[in-house]
């Protein structure tokens, strides 16, 4: 059996200054508003990524020869760390910056890196992830979406569902499928670079159960994709996407969607008569959470080295999204305070957005059941 690789990692005073400098800007720029703390990284505001932008903090760890930072990923990781952990609405350069951008840098070609990455880095271009449809979520490699060779480029056809943040991108990275299904399942998908707002593409906007627009159906019809917005090679596009599920499962993110809410209960308890269960409770759910840190942290450190470890990383998003989840629930129970959807301030707010928003945590980015899946295949147990 193979064994999961989370060698410690430390970090050095040169984090720690740029902790410091984060949490300076933060302490400037905030606080922000209690209905966006929880999953602040499902709030889009493109102002404030283009002053984080302004710092240096989008494409941190790009070379600078496409505006990057040419930083380390645990420099990236220290800043991302902050802005999650302070509710800061970071929800408009997400994708781009954590797997849009990382993925043109490993497969797209000179041209598209250096059309896209500045723009992303000085956020004026945001990326949509077009994976799921109404039939194939899980199963991915069984999507319809389907583009048909024309003179110079590809016309496409189908729909995507589930699309987070589409009506405030400009481009999505859309797997389609660009040959016949065959007996190969994952043969014959292929990555295009989407422009949202190009002919035969139209936007419908989905509510969630937090009566939120945060994600969209999009449906092609005759929409026109040009040969250079083709990433990668053509019928490989299984193989890229599974390249950029590290970046997408082992970040901070995955099990700091909830963090405000720790921050404010942890206060409540401190000034009511707590009882011995709830420190317990506590104690318990800050001890997950330093343990998770330093997983993630340690993935981290792995993507910097080159490596690309899928499994680490879906072992960090199914133990982190079940931490975010059990959170919710746990302070619900300890704390003496009904969750209130109307409060505009309060922990009671938080609660009950927590309440509402943590069913999605563990679907998103794939399942908890197809999480397990992948890590049962790398342990060569299936
Ligand atoms: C908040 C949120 C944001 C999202 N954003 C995006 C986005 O930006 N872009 C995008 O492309 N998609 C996005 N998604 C879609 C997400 O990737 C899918 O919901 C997810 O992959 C599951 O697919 P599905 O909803 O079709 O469920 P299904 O695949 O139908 O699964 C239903 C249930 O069956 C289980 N199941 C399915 N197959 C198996 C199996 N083989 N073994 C065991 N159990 C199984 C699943 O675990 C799940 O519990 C988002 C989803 C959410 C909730």
């Not at 933060?26 to 002053?51: H, M, Q």
């Not at 723009?119 to 319809?144: Q, R, T, W, Y």
């Not at 999505?172 to 990555?191: C, E, F, K, W, Y």
Request: proline share 4%; hydrophobic share 40%; aromatic share 8%.
């Amino acid at each position: 059996m193979q064994a999961l690789n989370y060698k410690p990692v430390h970090t050095s005073e040169k984090e720690a200054a740029l902790r410091k400098q984060v949490r300076l800007f933060l302490a400037e720029y905030g606080p922000f508003d209690t209905p966006n703390l929880i999953d602040s990284w499902s709030v889009c505001d493109p102002k404030f990524s283009r002053a984080l932008a302004g710092k240096g903090w989008l494409g941190m760890t790009w070379p600078t020869e496409y505006g990057g930072g040419n930083k380390s990923y645990l420099e990236r990781y220290v800043v991302i760390e902050e802005l999650l952990a302070a509710g800061a609405p970071v929800g408009a350069h997400w994708v781009a910056d954590r797997q849009s951008g990382p993925l043109l840098l490993r497969f797209g070609t000179e041209e598209q890196r250096l059309e896209f990455l500045p723009k992303i880095v000085h956020g004026e271009c945001f990326f949509a992830i077009g994976m799921s449809e109404p039939n194939s979520g899980s199963d991915l490699s069984s999507i319809k979406t389907r583009a048909e060779r024309v003179e110079g480029g590809w016309l496409v056809n189908g729909s995507k569902i589930w699309t987070s943040w589409a009506h405030v991108c400009q481009q999505m990275i859309t797997l389609v499928r660009t040959s016949p299904p065959s007996d190969n399942r994952h043969a014959g998908l292929s990555q295009f670079i989407v422009d949202l707002n190009a002919k035969g593409i139209t936007l419908r906007p989905i509510v969630n159960l937090a009566g939120e627009q945060h994600f969209n159906e999009i449906f092609f019809d005759d929409a026109f994709v040009p040969d250079d917005r083709v990433v990668g090679e053509l019928g490989e596009g299984w193989s890229q996407v599974m390249a950029e599920l590290a970046f997408e499962r082992s970040g901070p993110e995955r099990f700091l969607s909830s963090y405000q809410l720790l921050e404010a209960g942890i206060k409540t308890l401190r000034e009511a008569n707590k009882t011995q269960q709830a420190t317990i409770v506590i104690g318990q759910f800050v001890a997950r959470l330093m343990v998770l840190r330093q997983m993630s942290l340690s993935v981290a450190n792995q993507l910097q080295a080159g490596k690309l470890p899928v499994n680490e990383a879906s072992v960090v998003k199914d133990l982190g999204t079940s931490f975010e989840q059990e959170l919710a629930e746990a302070l619900r129970l300890i704390l003496d305070r009904e969750p209130r959807s109307t409060a505009k301030t309060g922990v009671e707010r938080l609660l009950s957005d927590a309440i509402l928003k943590a069913p999605s945590f563990s679907l998103r980015g794939g399942t908890r059941e197809i999480l397990r899946g992948v890590i049962a295949r790398g342990l060569g147990l299936r």
